[in-house]
């Protein structure tokens, strides 16, 4: 059994930003909440519970965040490295939560609706958008490259855009006194907040159930690998997300001739690079094999 790793250069996140954004939200929904009581407005305590599931996610994010960053031991042979992706998961699956429960509310209110105080409406919403503002901008460049920041980016994007949405309607309920607006924004947010979980949650499952990468086509992995000089059939191949920076392939590889160790080190030094400039696979490992009868199948149920 060959095994090797590619070292690639990896974006280094920065936890402390997410320190940064959980204090400023931390604010932002004691603010929202008080004032959501005093002004009557759903759609300022839904904001305000979007903004607490925010915290919640941020916390989540920041402890797997530093779980993940744990070195390897004998009992955690790949240390915690799939921390984020849980997170990733957790953190999606609550706003798709949430959201049901903001559809539910704004359903109830609209159909009794009554007047909501829109002048602190309209401050607690602006305030909304520049706290969530700041944070987006804060997570913004790690988010391109870890799908945990991802998860928590998205949390206060779509927070700051329910701000917007709330600064709208509380606009509408000030100078028309279209008290419906309120439920109808809460029903736009939720919509919203479940587009952009259920994406999320997919990518973030497909990764946990080791699924191939999707821009990974195994079949073009084959036919690569068989371009090799030396290489025969490649077979019983698995290729999976460890996490968002390490892309893993095993596979066992059917011999041509009763090569020496050094020869197939060779040869296996240039199927790595072939894997690793043309899939951005960077941990590999390849069983040798020669005459041996096994099933010789690219998929084969272990």
């Known amino acids: ?173 000030k100078f028309y006194g279209w008290f419906w607006v309120d439920s109808v924004m809460t029903i736009l947010i939720a919509i919203y907040l479940i587009a952009v979980g259920y994406d999320l949650l997919k990518k973030a499952t497909k990764m946990l159930m080791l699924f191939t990468p999707e821009h990974i086509d195994i079949k073009e992995i084959v036919r690569e690998v068989h371009k090799v000089s030396g290489a025969g059939k490649l077979h019983h191949i698995h290729v999976w997300h460890l996490n968002e920076e390490e892309i893993h392939l095993e596979a066992h590889l059917d011999c041509p001739k009763d090569f020496t160790l050094t020869q197939f080190d060779d040869i296996l030094q240039r199927i790595e690079l072939v894997l690793f400039e043309k899939f951005g696979i960077n941990h590999i490992t390849i069983q040798p094999e020669f005459k041996k009868e096994d099933p010789k199948d690219f998929i084969v149920q272990d």
Do not use: C
């Open 1 to 173: 059994m060959n095994h090797n790793h590619v070292h690639i250069e990896k974006h280094e996140v920065k936890g402390k930003n997410l320190v940064y954004s959980i204090l400023l939200n931390l604010l932002i929904t004691i603010a929202q909440i008080v004032g959501g009581i005093v002004s009557g407005s759903l759609a300022l305590i839904s904001d305000a519970l979007h903004n607490f599931s925010d915290v919640l996610s941020l916390i989540f994010s920041l402890v797997a965040h530093k779980l993940s960053r744990r070195k390897a031991s004998i009992d955690q042979t790949f240390g915690l490295k799939r921390a984020e992706l849980i997170a990733a998961f957790v953190n999606a699956a609550t706003l798709i939560i949430v959201a049901f429960i903001l559809i539910y509310g704004a359903v109830e209110r609209f159909f009794h609706p009554h007047e909501i105080q829109s002048n602190l409406v309209i401050w607690l919403a602006a305030l909304g958008i520049a706290v969530n503002g700041l944070s987006v901008l804060l997570l913004k460049k790690d988010a391109d490259h870890n799908l945990n920041m991802k998860s928590a980016y998205l949390h206060l994007l779509t927070d700051m855009m329910a701000s917007v949405a709330v600064l709208v309607g509380g606009l509408l309920m």
